[in-house]
């Protein structure tokens, strides 16, 4: 008895379906990563401006201010007056020594340094109500709430590789201690701020206590945008 011929395309199909779900499910969880390289990105970057103080010895530490990490991967530093910049260039290679080794511990690139005269006494864009969204504060979590804000295992393995990574940098003072408690204490903020549904950025994506401008956009993201607002500008005027 004669088998049935089986139509050909019966033994292509499941292998197109595959394929075809696969690059489905690529094209739905792809930018959802992504997203989430960019937050973890941002939340490093974050901890590692906030380290400043801790990173970077007296007088410079209350004189210049750390702004943001910028494209060329250089730390953009506002400077009180023209002196401290200059002190500071004297200090380059010291200064620059010691956040590149901070650096290394939150997975984080500085290649240099350059800074900015006009911008130290600036309010942070937090503390500019006219681009404050929402007009009322949302609520922040207190200590216990973070220390107790339950944590995912894929946190607790980057809390344990971050940790690692620290201890192999060996820094002094104590600084990786520091590095590590301050980037524990962002990342359960910000899961913090997505259970309780705050709003993201709209360029980063990440969760934040207010959004300034009409973009919707994170005080980081708001910063960025006014340094390259800043830059085209003065190649403008040239």
Request: hydrophobic share 35%; with cysteine; glycine share 4%.
């Amino acid at each position: 008895m004669n088998e049935p011929e089986k139509n050909s395309n019966d033994n292509k199909s499941p292998v197109r379906r595959s394929k075809k779900a696969n690059f489905n499910d690529i094209a739905r969880v792809l930018p959802k990563v992504l997203r989430q390289l960019g937050m973890d990105a941002r939340l490093k970057e974050h901890t590692f401006l906030n380290l400043w103080p801790h990173i970077v010895y007296e007088p410079f530490n209350r004189l210049a201010r750390p702004l943001f990490i910028d494209h060329e991967k250089n730390i953009v530093v506002a400077v009180r007056d023209a002196s401290v910049g200059q002190e500071m260039t004297f200090e380059r290679t010291e200064l620059l020594k010691r956040l590149r080794q901070a650096g290394r511990g939150l997975g984080i690139e500085i290649k240099g340094m350059r800074f900015d005269l006009k911008r130290f006494h600036d309010k942070h864009p937090d503390e500019l109500p006219e681009f404050a969204m929402p007009a009322l504060p949302l609520p922040e979590p207190s200590e216990h709430d973070l220390q107790h804000f339950p944590l995912s295992e894929n946190d607790r393995q980057e809390l344990a590789a971050m940790k690692a990574r620290l201890e192999a940098e060996n820094i002094e003072g104590g600084i990786n201690k520091r590095i590590f408690a301050l980037y524990e204490k962002e990342m359960r903020l910000k899961r913090w701020r997505e259970a309780q549904d705050f709003p993201r950025c709209s360029k980063c994506g990440d969760v934040a206590s207010r959004l300034h401008d009409q973009s919707k956009i994170c005080a980081l993201c708001f910063t960025d945008l006014a340094a390259e607002t800043r830059i085209d500008r003065l190649l403008l005027d040239r």
